[in-house]
């Protein structure tokens, strides 16, 4: 009897104290949940009621009808295109450069900190610093036209032209590669170096062991930096603006300046439908890597 009243008194004092860390925690939570809403729940939610309807302002249900106006739109299916090219040829280009740079990092390189160093500085440079570097390269009376030249071959008008979105890729994969780089160094740190010592033991080579060792291990990491490389990707339109303007060439007229149009003419209905399609794809997108990755880690288990 007194065992069952003293593991009674522990369970209410153990539910006491779980109530109240639960209210301090909820305080605090407060007021970020409710920035969060404010700032985005609330829009997002209207955002995707004014798609349906014909008007912002007592505006009637009109069901799909903006939708298929938008489909049916050239600049947003150029813009949707676009953007999709984008994000599948750079995407894996930066997964690939920013593990072979931290693989290359763990090994002792002359100057590794100062690689690292310059690495990692495009991410506290203002965007307007960059965009200003880029267009002195690009820049039809630029650096790089100097130097073709002075090699004797004709200049190219980069920003105008189907080379626009290479450069939009070299200014995404420089201003992003160092975080993925940090992120890869972290995950190839955690992998016991006993794994790599059993393999040689037992005769792997240095490929066999990166399948078999660094890959698996390494997936986690890999699924995390490919879905913020895919977040960062759908950013791009900072740079892009600076460098373009409002309407760029039509390679690298993305979502972004379809939306940013749409809202300079005040054509609210087609801004929150593309806006709601774009978010879609990015959540079917992610919902997609995140259950692959759980399958993953499950079968790791």
């Given at each position: 009897m007194k065992l069952l009243t003293s593991i009674r008194r522990f369970g209410r004092k153990l539910s006491v104290l779980l109530r109240k860390d639960g209210a301090a925690a909820m305080l605090f939570l407060t007021p970020s949940l409710l920035g969060f809403a404010v700032f985005y729940l609330i829009p997002?939610?209207?955002?995707?009621?004014?798609?349906?309807?014909?008007?912002?302002?007592?505006?009637?249900?009109?069901?799909?009808d903006n939708y298929r106006a938008l489909l049916a739109s050239a600049s947003f299916r150029k813009a949707a295109a676009n953007t999709f090219l984008f994000t599948g040829v750079s995407v894996p280009l930066i997964v690939a450069?920013?593990?072979?740079?931290?693989?290359?990092?763990?090994?002792?390189?002359?100057?590794?900190?100062?690689?690292?160093?310059?690495?990692?500085?495009?991410?506290?440079?203002?965007?307007?610093?960059?965009?200003?570097?880029?267009?002195i390269v690009f820049d039809w009376n630029g650096t790089l036209n100097v130097w073709m030249q002075m090699l004797h071959?004709?200049?190219?008008?980069?920003?105008?032209?189907?080379?626009?979105?290479?450069?939009?890729?070299?200014?995404?994969?420089?201003?992003?590669?160092?975080?993925?780089?940090?992120?890869?160094?972290?995950?190839?740190?955690?992998?016991?170096?006993d794994y790599y010592?059993?393999?040689?033991?037992?005769?792997?080579?240095?490929?066999?062991?990166?399948?078999?060792?660094?890959?698996?291990?390494?997936?986690?990491?890999?699924?995390?930096?490919?879905?913020?490389?895919?977040?960062?990707?759908?950013?791009?339109?900072?740079?892009?603006?600076?460098?373009?303007?409002?309407?760029?060439?039509?390679?690298?007229?993305?979502?972004?300046?379809y939306m940013n149009n749409m809202f300079v003419s005040l054509d609210v209905q087609k801004l929150t439908a593309a806006a709601t399609l774009m978010v879609g794809c990015m959540l079917l997108g992610v919902s997609g890597m995140l259950a692959v990755e759980r399958r993953f880690r499950n079968f790791m288990d």
């Amino acid at each position: 009897m007194k065992l069952l009243t003293s593991i009674r008194r522990f369970g209410r004092k153990l539910s006491v104290l779980l109530r109240k860390d639960g209210a301090a925690a909820m305080l605090f939570l407060t007021p970020s949940l409710l920035g969060f809403a404010v700032f985005y729940l609330i829009p997002l939610a209207m955002g995707v009621l004014y798609s349906f309807q014909d008007s912002t302002v007592d505006g009637s249900f009109v069901g799909l009808d903006n939708y298929r106006a938008l489909l049916a739109s050239a600049s947003f299916r150029k813009a949707a295109a676009n953007t999709f090219l984008f994000t599948g040829v750079s995407v894996p280009l930066i997964v690939a450069l920013s593990l072979l740079l931290a693989h290359l990092l763990r090994q002792r390189l002359f100057m590794r900190n100062l690689l690292q160093t310059a690495f990692v500085l495009p991410l506290v440079v203002p965007v307007a610093s960059i965009v200003m570097v880029w267009q002195i390269v690009f820049d039809w009376n630029g650096t790089l036209n100097v130097w073709m030249q002075m090699l004797h071959l004709e200049r190219v008008d980069w920003m105008k032209s189907d080379w626009s979105i290479v450069v939009l890729a070299v200014v995404y994969t420089w201003k992003n590669v160092g975080y993925n780089m940090i992120l890869f160094l972290a995950g190839l740190q955690n992998i016991p170096q006993d794994y790599y010592e059993t393999a040689q033991i037992e005769g792997a080579g240095k490929l066999r062991q990166w399948r078999h060792i660094t890959l698996v291990y390494l997936t986690p990491t890999m699924f995390f930096v490919v879905l913020m490389s895919i977040i960062n990707s759908f950013k791009v339109f900072r740079e892009t603006y600076l460098i373009a303007g409002d309407y760029p060439h039509d390679r690298i007229y993305m979502l972004q300046h379809y939306m940013n149009n749409m809202f300079v003419s005040l054509d609210v209905q087609k801004l929150t439908a593309a806006a709601t399609l774009m978010v879609g794809c990015m959540l079917l997108g992610v919902s997609g890597m995140l259950a692959v990755e759980r399958r993953f880690r499950n079968f790791m288990d």
